[in-house]
């Protein structure tokens, strides 16, 4: 089971639940008659009852006990809650300035309809670990260049990625991208309109988000549990159980098609438990105060004492058997904020790679380019570019020497013409074997001059620390410098699907081994006023000049790589 942890800014008083044990209800296991066991379950049953409206007068006890109703956990009589939530609802449903946001329109036709579907799918999408302020300037700029499901579908990786810049868990641009595909080839350019369908049929569609789509666009009766809700209602349940576990996310799942079964505003009902999660039940210092369901709330009834007392009798066949028990002296434990219960989250693993930031200037030095390599289009950061990168290094790798050498292995595989003359490998014109590390190649005239490609220096910059949801990456940077090879053009490169290894210099694929091309810049990848006018390319790595490297497709991290090797100029 996880280790679970509470936060410490609330206090409480748990009376509601009076500790009691199992035992308190066991019998000796000898024959007895009809009527005694008759009399005695009757007793065990008004036990129970009592336990669960009785206060618990002192709050030295260091638990207590979670004995309640399995029917604490139901939701029933929903129509007084819809007239509240909606009501509510229709009074803040557009102070966010949502663009998305937009009235169930009934006289839609089936295209319309569907258009619909692609607005919601984009926005819930980029709201994914994201909050709205953020997504709002993206979402307006991606219906600008992508205003309808098959203009998305006619574009690239490149061109999508370059309008995701910034919002980060690039994975999600590449699912939007090849699900719209997959519907514009597949399903006649419209996103289903059930959410059986939508969830099947389309990559990186989920339970939620298809409810979400569907309820909205399509007005189907489904519900919607995303982290908003899921707050909202183990509060409005009361339910302290493990909120990952099955028997939570089903009593979940249950309550919130509760809420929509039936009503006429199915899209509005979801958007309105999201917003009321979002925005007033929040994690901490929540706005009971201003909750249209407070009246009906556990959590709130648990701890108000001039709330509504909770009096529903149970027997012990009708516990709840799920929650566990609310600790009495916790801070925490005297305000809705107990709920839900508190999972630890697992700590992010540790990873060092090595980032090479490969530089080639022209004889007269006027022009700058920096080499790019493409990541795969599956994982972490995928189809973003990055600097010639070897991941997750350690022990005699990740020495100062052996990183040194890493753009020796690095250039052989992406050059046609790799250096000759590597830092490793320089030899003095005595014969004897020098390295050129942390610091310039003073013995340049070893190799011809303007013919022949060199390192001139791998210096190393200070490492650049980035956290990922899962994965803490420091990165060690350095710069390699190069000359020669050519006056005007950068060094050909070869052709591969991914030049970045594991630290243990395997690679997980290598594709036809080609000559690189020279490309004019594509919109996303270069500006008019290029100082060079074209990018060097393949498929899979590219030279890039230095006025484009910041507007390249690169992530957060791969940006603050820039930044720093810069502080070396």
């Known amino acids: 089971m996880p280790k679970r942890t509470r936060t410490h800014d609330t206090d409480t008083d748990s009376s509601e639940f009076f500790e009691a044990s199992d035992a308190s209800y066991c019998e000796e296991p000898k024959p007895r008659s009809k009527k005694t066991r008759q009399t005695r379950n009757s007793v065990a049953s008004k036990r129970v009852r009592a336990s669960i409206v009785q206060s618990a007068a002192s709050s030295t006890s260091s638990t207590s006990s979670p004995m309640h109703p399995a029917s604490w956990h139901v939701v029933e009589n929903v129509n007084p809650v819809w007239e509240s939530l909606l009501d509510w609802y229709g009074q803040i449903h557009e102070v966010r300035g949502m663009p998305w946001r937009k009235t169930f329109d009934g006289s839609l036709d089936r295209d319309g309809r569907a258009q619909r579907a692609y607005e919601v799918w984009v926005s819930e999408i980029m709201l994914q670990q994201t909050q709205v302020a953020t997504v709002i300037p993206y979402y307006t700029k ?6 309808t499901i098959k203009d998305l579908a ?3 990786i490149d061109t999508v990625n370059s309008l995701w810049k910034g919002l980060g868990y690039y994975s999600r641009a590449a699912r939007l991208l090849s699900g719209a595909k997959k519907v514009v080839k597949e399903l006649d350019g419209r996103l289903p309109d059930n959410a059986k369908d939508m969830q099947a049929k389309i990559p990186g569609i989920g339970r939620y988000s298809a409810g979400a789509i569907c309820s909205i666009a399509y007005n189907q009766n489904v519900p919607v549990v995303d982290g908003n809700v899921m707050r909202l209602l183990t509060r409005f349940l009361a339910l302290y159980a493990p909120p990952k576990a099955k028997k939570t996310q089903d009593i979940l799942w249950a309550g919130a098609e509760t809420f929509v079964e039936g009503s006429p505003r199915p899209g509005d009902v979801n958007q309105a438990l999201i917003e009321l999660g979002s925005t007033v039940c929040k994690v901490k210092d929540p706005l009971c105060g201003d909750c249209p369901l407070r009246s009906r709330c556990r959590a709130y009834q648990r701890v108000r004492p001039d709330s509504i007392p909770i009096t529903e009798e149970a027997d012990i066949e009708e ?11 916790d801070p925490d434990a005297g305000l809705v904020t107990i709920f839900p219960l508190k999972v630890e989250r ?11 930031v490969v530089e080639w200037r022209t004889a007269d030095e006027r022009k700058r380019f920096f080499l790019l390599v493409r990541r795969p289009e599956g994982g972490l950061l995928a189809g973003l570019h990055e600097f010639p990168t070897v991941a997750n290094i350690s022990g005699a790798s990740a020495t100062a020497a052996k990183v040194a050498e890493i753009p020796n292995k690095i250039l052989k595989d992406l050059l046609i013409d790799p250096p000759v003359c590597l830092h490793s490998g320089l030899k003095s014109r005595g014969g004897s074997n020098r390295q050129v590390v942390n610091g310039d190649n003073k013995d340049e005239n070893n190799c011809e001059e303007g013919t022949t490609l060199q390192i001139v220096h791998v210096k190393p910059a200070r490492d650049v620390v980035h956290v990922f949801s899962h994965i803490r990456k420091t990165y060690r940077v350095q710069w390699v410098l190069l000359k020669g090879g050519g006056e005007n053009e950068p060094p050909k490169l070869r052709f591969h699907s991914n030049v970045s290894s594991d630290g243990n210099g395997n690679k997980t694929e290598t594709k036809t081994v080609r000559k690189g091309k020279v490309q004019e810049p594509s919109d996303a990848d270069a500006s008019e006023d290029s100082e060079a006018g074209k990018t060097c390319t393949t498929d899979e790595s590219r030279w890039v000049p230095l006025d484009q490297v910041e507007h390249a497709n690169i992530g957060t991290g791969v940006t603050k790589v820039w930044k720093q090797v810069q502080t070396l100029w």
């Open 346 to 356: 697992k700590k992010a693993r540790q990873e060092l790679d090595s980032v090479n």
């Open 154 to 156: 006619a574009s690239d």
């Open 142 to 147: 991606w219906m600008a260049k992508f205003p």
């Open 319 to 329: 516990l709840c058997t799920i929650c566990e028990s609310l600790p009495a002296d």
